[in-house]
Nanobody
């Protein structure tokens, strides 16, 4: 069982930055795939960034060049640095993990981009 706890969301003005964190209950080396997803009001959940255990990170076209995912293996924590935020980045951001036994999701953290 993998537990994921996101934090770092909040209200930010357009053009601003936020860094989300996801604390993972297991070693990151034990997880096959991780990622960040988001869900805007009235819309389906969509992929923001994803990576394999030893692979590079893939980004959605809408965030490439503005968002950067990273990981701290010693802290079992992954991050999403979000720069140049836009109103359309508003939504609940979820951390995701996949292992052989199943998929895991965090509870989400709200990001609101508004002036």
């Amino acid at each position: 069982q993998v537990q994921l706890v996101e934090s770092g969301g909040g209200l930010v003005q357009p053009g601003g930055s936020l860094r989300l964190s996801c604390a993972v209950s297991e070693s990151l080396f034990s997880i096959d795939t991780m990622g960040w997803y988001r869900q805007a009001p009235g819309k389906q959940r969509e992929l923001v960034a994803t990576w394999q255990r030893w692979g590079s990170t893939q980004y959605a076209d809408s965030v490439r060049g503005r968002f950067t995912a990273s990981r701290d293996n010693a802290k079992n924590t992954v991050y999403l640095q979000m720069n140049s935020l836009k109103a359309e980045d508003t939504g609940v951001y979820f951390c995701y993990a996949k292992r052989s036994e199943g998929d895991y999701w965090g509870q989400g953290t709200q990001v609101t981009v508004s002036s």
